[in-house]
């Protein structure tokens, strides 16, 4: 079993809609949690960085821990094109150098 | 947000052949780097961390003689690939946290663009 599973999809929306993305993860250590942006051929762009459980939220993104099911979301309101790319979940333990563990990616596609 | 460059961003070599990939923090100061390994549809695979004045710390399975990095400064990290064969072609992604952005212990983790390898 991988430490984090996130479903590759591709994920294929209409402009507008609201987007859900997951993943979930088996190391009760994770105590950080992130998901990143790529765009193809490019490195990953941090979008949103919790600590432990609960809501954050910025503009249009809100993401979601939830270490009891150890289960976290992110999810992007009135999509739109420019969203379309690869969103990687990642997180990490606070020990040693805070090594961080990746989904494979999510790769969504917001249709005009 | 913080800027980590990745140089060059694609170079493609002759097998045998070493190629040097440059990471550079431009506005902080990074002890620690990271080297990322990604292939088409997979995720970012770690490859070892890069300490400022000391031996790099390498992840199960590679090969420290065939990648070497270097970190001489708080704002420089190398990753060379070492006689380089087309099963090493591959997107190589270094990372740098930046100790003063987010407010916590480990801050956040910027991305370099991303080095693209091919190895004919």
């Known amino acids: 079993q991988k430490e984090v599973e996130q479903d590759p999809g591709p994920l294929s929306v209409p402009e507008g809609a609201i987007v859900s993305l997951n993943c979930t993860y088996s190391?009760?250590?994770?105590?950080?949690f992130m998901w990143y942006r790529q765009y193809s051929r490019k490195g990953p762009e941090l979008l949103m960085y919790?600590?432990?459980?609960g809501n954050k939220e910025d503009g249009r993104f809100t993401a979601q821990v939830d270490k009891s099911s150890k289960y976290i979301s992110l999810f992007i309101r009135d999509s739109q094109p420019s969203d379309s790319a690869t969103y990687l979940c990642?997180?990490?333990?606070?020990?040693?150098?805070?090594?961080?563990?990746f989904g494979t990616g999510t790769k969504l596609q917001v249709i005009p | 947000g913080a800027v980590v460059s990745q140089h060059p961003s694609w170079v493609i070599c002759k097998s045998g052949t070493s190629v040097k990939i440059e990471c550079r923090s431009l506005?902080?100061?990074?002890?620690?780097m990271f080297w990322y390994r990604q292939f088409p549809k997979q995720s970012l695979m770690l490859m070892a961390t890069?300490?400022?004045?000391?031996?790099?710390?390498?992840e199960q399975g590679v090969e420290k003689d065939k990648f070497l990095i270097n970190h001489a400064s708080l704002t420089l990290s190398t990753l060379t690939v070492t006689s380089a064969h087309p099963e090493d072609s591959s997107f190589y992604i270094c990372?740098?946290?930046?100790?003063?952005?987010?407010?916590?212990?480990?801050?956040?983790?910027?991305f370099g663009e991303g080095s693209r390898l091919t190895v004919l």
């Open positions: 990372s740098a946290r930046d100790p003063g952005a987010g407010g916590s212990a480990t801050g956040e983790l910027f």
């Open positions: 190391n009760s250590a994770f105590q950080y």
């Open positions: 919790t600590y432990s459980s």
């Open positions: 990642a997180m990490s333990d606070p020990g040693g150098y805070q090594k961080v563990t």
């Open positions: 506005d902080f100061q990074a002890t620690t």
């Open positions: 890069s300490n400022e004045g000391s031996k790099a710390t390498y």
